[in-house]
């Protein structure tokens, strides 16, 4: 679901003023969707509690790390991901329109890892099926993930 950003401009201070994002969480859910998309006028920042890519023609696109977003971590561990797949990844503004028509569109964050996002508004991303790079990327969060968990204490 596609949602105005209306926080301030200060979005990479993760502050308790939060207000903007839950309101569009809390619309997302009123229309059963499982995360608000925001964009200011036509570019695409963030999810309200998430960070978003698309991936075009095989890269993997998103929003710089700037004012207007917070720069999660799970968002850097998908580009260190990426680096060693020889998935390339550019940090620049994107529109609405290269959303809507994105090859694929996931999010990131700590409670979701890394999420496809198969349907925007009224909008179906890839026939409605995750995309090949989501499901490599997510092969490979879940592996380095595991190594980590499995991983002995020194």
């Known amino acids: 679901m596609l949602a105005e950003d209306i926080r301030w401009l200060r979005c990479d201070i993760k502050t308790l003023n939060l207000l903007g994002n839950v309101l569009a969480k809390q619309k997302a859910h009123n229309v059963n969707a499982g995360?608000?998309?925001l964009h200011r006028g036509e570019t695409v920042t963030?999810?309200?509690?998430?960070n978003v890519?698309?991936?075009?023609?095989?890269?993997?696109v998103t929003h710089p790390a700037d004012h207007r977003i917070l720069n999660g971590i799970?968002?850097?561990?998908v580009f260190d991901l990426a680096k060693r797949l020889d998935i390339p990844v550019s940090e620049r503004e994107?529109?609405?329109?290269?959303?809507l028509h994105?090859?694929?569109?996931?999010?990131?964050?700590?409670?979701n890892e890394v999420k496809p996002v198969l349907q925007i508004d009224d909008q179906r991303?890839?026939?409605g099926e995750p995309g090949a790079l989501s499901k490599k990327l997510i092969a490979a969060f879940d592996a380095e993930v595991e190594r980590i968990r499995t991983q002995p204490v020194s």
């Open 35 to 37: 995360e608000a998309i």
């Open 46 to 50: 963030e999810g309200s509690s998430s």
């Open 53 to 60: 890519f698309i991936v075009k023609a095989g890269e993997l």
């Open 74 to 77: 799970t968002r850097l561990f």
């Open 94 to 99: 994107f529109s609405l329109k290269e959303l």
């Open 102 to 111: 994105a090859d694929e569109v996931f999010i990131t964050s700590t409670s």
């Open 125 to 127: 991303i890839n026939g």
